[in-house]
């Protein structure tokens, strides 16, 4: 397991540039749903990801570790509240994983982001929609994802 991970699960806190530290928990997801997630990123031998919802870099960091490996792996994350009430940490914490240059972030709401993901043609083998939990954000969340996965590409939506 990579480093950062471990750390986070096995203390529950994150840290900021600062040496601050925050509850990781339960804003990111568990040590078990990442675990699952990474293992159906296996088997699919996902090279493009996304995701909705970064918060301090948890599911990020288990999307980045499974594809790490992958030829042109990609992984993008939207997310408008990063440095407002992130305090940057999870970008922060992909630097510490060695994984910063696996992604490419946004940093506005995501029913702004995909449209235009969709317009540039990109094209996914797995989305995480973990952004904001209303009715009307996650299905229009999984409207723009359902029309960028590949045929036979996986959506994940938290909390299920
Ligand atoms: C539950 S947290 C995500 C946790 C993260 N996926 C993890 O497991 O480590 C939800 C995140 O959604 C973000 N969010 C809220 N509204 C959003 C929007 N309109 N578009 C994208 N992200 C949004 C919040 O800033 C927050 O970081």
Known sequence: ???????????????DRDGDEQPAF??????EEGQEMGEVLDQMG???????????????????????????????AIDP??????????LLNLERARLRHLLDFYEEPSHERLPKLLSARVELDF??????????CAFVDFFYVDKILRPGGVVCMDDT
């Open 46 to 76: 996902a090279r493009r990801t996304l995701e909705v919802g970064l918060a301090y870099g948890m599911s990020t960091l288990h999307i980045c570790e499974a594809i790490r490996d992958k030829p042109d792996a990609r992984h993008i």
């Open 81 to 90: 509240f990063q440095t407002t009430e992130f305090d940057g940490i999870g």
């Open 127 to 136: 989305a995480l929609i973990d952004g904001a939990h209303l009715f009307d």
């Open 26 to 31: 339960p804003v990111s997801m568990s040590a």
């Open 1 to 15: 397991m990579n480093r950062a991970i471990h750390q986070i699960q096995r203390t529950g806190l994150v840290v």
